[in-house]
Nanobody, 116 residues
């Protein structure tokens, strides 16, 4: 059974940086796109960034230029480097992976809090 395990969340001051990691563990699998989503209190979950197995990326407009998504395919790991963090970036951040066969997997989430 495949699990996604996120790490790297925490508390940071505005203007600071954090790096999130998400590793897929379990049976050897083929993963297509991987991405990060976030959900702030009282709001819907939204896409932050996504990266294909070939390295193509797409970002939400409100994080472009500040966040960078990357992945290590042999390790089935995706990263999210977050710079110039703002209080409005405060949310629970969730890792997502689309596995060969069409299954979409989610991690349990890691909290990010940006203080002003």
């Amino acid at each position: 059974q495949v699990r996604l395990v996120e790490s790297g969340g925490g508390l940071v001051q505005a203007g600071g940086s954090l790096r999130l990691s998400c590793a897929a563990s379990g049976t050897r699998i083929s993963i297509n796109a991987m991405g990060w989503y976030r959900q702030a209190p009282g709001k819907q979950r939204e896409l932050v960034a996504i990266i294909t197995s070939g390295g193509s990326t797409n970002y939400a407009d409100n994080v472009k230029g500040r966040f960078t998504i990357s992945r290590d395919n042999p390790k089935n790991t995706v990263y999210l480097q977050m710079n110039s963090l703002k209080p409005e970036d405060t949310a629970d951040y969730y890792c997502n992976a689309n596995v060969a066969g069409g299954t979409s997997l989610w991690g349990k989430g890691t909290p990010v809090t940006v203080s002003s």
